[in-house]
Each structure stands twice: as C-alpha cells, then as structure tokens.
Nanobody, 119 residues
Framework: QVQLVESGGGLVQPGGSLRLSCAASGTVFSLNTMGWHRQAPGKQRELVAAIFSGSRIVYANSVKGRFTISRDNAENTLYLQMNNLRPEDTAVYYC?????????????WGQGTQVTVSS
C-alpha cells in the first residue's frame, strides 16, 4: 500500500509563487512514475506535470516555463515549484504515483491541496 500526502497549497496573488510537496510512504519502489494533476471547479482533472522512469518529464502546455517538477528519491518526495501564478491556475492539486505501463486511474492518489490565485 502507498500513501501520498500533499502540502504547500494556499492563497497567493497573481505573479506569486508556491511550492507543493508530496510525501510518499509504503511500497513506493515499484511506482516509477509520479506526477501532479489539478482539478478546477466545473472542469475535468488534468495532468500538470509528470516524471517518468529515466527522468523523462512532461508538462501541460499551460504551465511550461512557469512550473518545475522534481523528485527526491532518497526522501520519496515529489515537488512542484509554481512561479508566475495566474488566476486560471486555481484548482485542487493532486499528487499521483503509478507504474510506467499503467494508467493514472490505476495508481495511487493523495487527498489534494487547494491552490487559489487571487488578488
């Protein structure tokens, strides 16, 4: 069993920054893909950024150049550095982990952390 716990969300003004963390515990060694998803009110959940095995990284077009995903394997922690935040980044952000060859729906998910970008 795997547990994922997110932290670091909050209220920030447009143009500001936040750093999200996701602490993983349990049998995480087989979960070689980790990522951040988000869901805004009335919208579908979307992939924001992910790190795959071999350190391949993907970003949603809407966050490229502003967000940076990183992973500390020694600490089993995933990060998302978010800069130049915009109101449209407001959402609940979820950490997820899965095997490379499986769908996200088959993986493990955290409880989510709220990010609100507003003046």
């Amino acid at each position: 069993q795997v547990q994922l716990v997110e932290s670091g969300g909050g209220l920030v003004q447009p143009g500001g920054s936040l750093r999200l963390s996701c602490a993983a515990s349990g049998t995480v060694f087989s979960l070689n893909t980790m990522g951040w998803h988000r869901q805004a009110p009335g919208k579908q959940r979307e992939l924001v950024a992910a790190i795959f095995s071999g350190s391949r990284i993907v970003y949603a077009n809407s966050v490229k150049g502003r967000f940076t995903i990183s992973r500390d394997n020694a600490e089993n922690t995933l990060y998302l550095q978010m800069n130049n935040l915009r109101p449209e980044d407001t959402a609940v952000y979820y950490c997820a982990a899965k095997r490379d060859d499986r769908a996200w729906s088959s993986g493990y998910w955290g409880q989510g952390t709220q990010v609100t970008v507003s003046s």
